[in-house]
């Protein structure tokens, strides 16, 4: 590990909290977010990218997956010429829908496999964006159990560094899962790992949340770590009955995150939306579909969800709803760019 990452020295450690602090001191007032610059950068599976080319955004959707568990999962367990073919006609669909992002939240050891990804973004001339971090129990390799949250960290920032399985395709986001209860300790470490990598990269985090008080839980480490609020998306936030925690989450200042658009009834989001857009939370939302995906195991990669509903039927759906279209503008092109915009000066 390059010397510069040593994330168990202590003065390291301390420096990387008073970047964040000072990072945050130069925030846009009332967001906790700095402003759009005209050199914001993503990175996708092609290389960096201006924010602001980002365009229309599916922020949390998958291309494979692999359930077979950590210990067993691998490139062995797929044919990649089956898989290009068989999902590059739906991305070719929302590309001609006009999105031009697509982020794959598939994390190591859960069938991420960055070869296909950039095989795909050639074919289809879209913006693909692939993560580090790691999934939750069972889909975590043993070593997470024995090392320490620095260890875990320091694996994470030299795929940044250096690039994912021997290629130079570096993540654009880190991808973690709690369970819906309270952090147990595993998780609370892993947590902090994604905390201590967003330190030294600048990457937002994606986590597979939907329990109102774990994202609090979560909220809380942020802030002990001094990672910005604003670095945090609440995955699955619509899975929380509870919306008053839908509004505490984007009142400190994290992103809520609004996907299954597509499983569930149309007028069940379109309420979810409504409600934060009424409370002042438009430039907290993302939305998404969390769909596909070739299933790994399963002949021909099983049945494929289509990615079209979203920037189909429910555009028209919100539309109808009486959500405005520079609303709906916001919360599909802007959001996206604003949430993973390497947060680094």
């Not at 959707?61 to 073919?85: C, K, S, Y």
């Amino acid at each position: 590990m390059n010397a510069n990452f040593n994330l168990t020295d202590p003065n390291r450690r301390r420096f990387l909290k008073t970047l964040a602090a000072l990072t945050a001191s130069t925030l846009v007032p009332g967001c906790g977010e700095k402003s759009a610059s005209t050199s914001a950068k993503i990175m996708t599976v092609l290389g960096p990218i201006l924010a602001s080319d980002l365009g229309k955004t599916l922020p949390h959707e998958h291309i494979m997956v692999d359930f077979i568990g950590a210990d067993q999962t691998g490139p062995h367990r797929w044919d990649d010429q089956e898989v290009v073919e068989t999902m590059l006609p739906y991305l070719q669909a929302i590309r001609d829908q006009g999105v031009q992002a697509f982020f794959d939240c598939t994390p190591a050891y859960l069938g991420r496999d960055v070869g296909i990804l950039e095989r795909l973004s050639r074919a289809t001339g879209m913006h693909i964006i692939t993560n580090t971090g790691f999934y939750k129990e069972p889909y975590l390799p043993q070593r997470v159990f024995d090392r320490d949250a620095d260890a875990i960290a320091s694996e994470w920032i030299a795929e940044w560094q250096y690039g994912i399985d021997g290629t130079p395709i570096k993540p654009g986001f880190i991808k973690i899962a709690v369970h819906r209860e309270l952090l147990k300790p595993t998780q609370e470490k892993i947590v902090r790992a994604a905390c201590r990598t967003h330190n030294a990269t600048g990457l937002a985090i994606a986590c597979h949340t939907g329990h109102g008080p774990a994202a609090l839980q979560m909220l809380d480490i942020l802030q002990e770590e001094g990672t910005p609020a604003h670095a945090l998306i609440v995955v699955h936030a619509n899975s929380e009955k509870d919306v008053t925690f839908h509004e505490k989450i984007a009142a400190r200042g994290a992103w809520v995150e609004y996907d299954n658009i597509g499983s569930w009834e149309p007028q069940k989001h379109i309420e979810l939306i409504q409600r934060m857009l009424d409370k002042g939370y438009k430039d907290r939302l993302l939305l998404s579909m969390d769909r596909g995906w070739y299933r790994v195991g399963e002949p021909g990669g099983g049945e494929v969800k289509p990615y079209t509903y979203l920037f189909g039927e429910f555009v028209q759906e919100m539309a109808s709803a009486g959500i405005r279209r520079d609303i709906i503008q916001t919360l599909t092109v802007d959001n996206p760019a604003r949430a993973f915009t390497i947060d680094k000066t």
